[in-house]
C-alpha cells in the first residue's frame, strides 16, 4: 500500500493562509471568491433562487477541510472573517458584507454574501 503525502487531521495552515490571501470579484453587486467564480454558474442560480442564496452557496468554507480540532476552527473563521472583512472595505466599500459561522459543534463553515450599500 502506498503511503498518502496527505494527512488529512494534520492541521493545515498553508491551506488556511491561501483561504486569508484569497481574492475577489465583484458581479453584478454579488461578491465571490475568484478561485471558485463561474459567470455561467451564478447566471443559471439566478434563474432559480435571489442573489443572497446564490453567493450563500458558493462562498462557504468548512474549516473542517482544514484538519483542525473544532476549537482551532473557531478561532481561525475568527481570523478569516476580520481578514476578508479588511479586503471588502478596502476594495468593495460600495458594499456591505454579511458573514454567518455555522457552529454544529464539530465542524465550523464561514459564509459571506453582498449586497449594494
Do not use: C
Not at 453584478?28 to 434563474?47: A, Y
Amino acid at each position: 500500500m502506498v503511503a498518502s503525502k496527505f494527512d488529512f487531521w494534520k492541521p493545515d495552515r498553508k491551506g488556511f493562509e491561501k483561504l486569508l490571501s484569497e481574492s475577489f470579484t465583484e458581479y453584478k453587486g454579488m461578491l465571490f471568491r475568484k478561485s471558485l467564480f463561474k459567470t455561467e454558474e451564478v447566471d443559471r442560480r439566478l434563474h432559480t433562487v435571489s442573489s443572497m442564496q446564490v453567493q450563500r452557496e458558493l462562498n462557504h468554507e468548512p474549516l473542517i477541510l482544514l484538519g483542525v480540532d473544532v476549537d482551532a476552527q473557531r478561532k481561525w473563521a475568527e481570523e478569516l472573517e476580520k481578514a476578508w472583512q479588511r479586503k471588502f472595505e478596502a476594495e468593495f466599500p460600495h458594499l456591505t458584507v454579511t458573514f454567518n459561522r455555522d457552529d454544529t459543534g464539530k465542524e465550523i463553515i464561514v459564509t459571506f454574501w453582498a449586497v449594494r450599500k
